[in-house]
């Protein structure tokens, strides 16, 4: 399954990286999609809890947000 978010804040590619990891830690999670424009698509085999993936993406930078 893929869900997908918009991840605000970043500015960099060094973002994008961080947010990857930080993303791709979370238990569940197989793969892990960002651009620099925000987009981020998160790929599991079962659902993933939205406030998961919003604490790993605050864990890499708290002034980043999701949607």
Known sequence: MIATYTVTGMTCEHCVA????EV????????????LDGTLAVHSESPVDFDRIVEAVITAD??????
């Open 24 to 35: 791709g830690a979370v238990p569940g999670v197989t793969e892990v999609e960002l651009s």
């Open 18 to 21: 961080a947010v990857k990891k």
């Open 62 to 67: 708290p002034d980043y947000s999701v949607e």
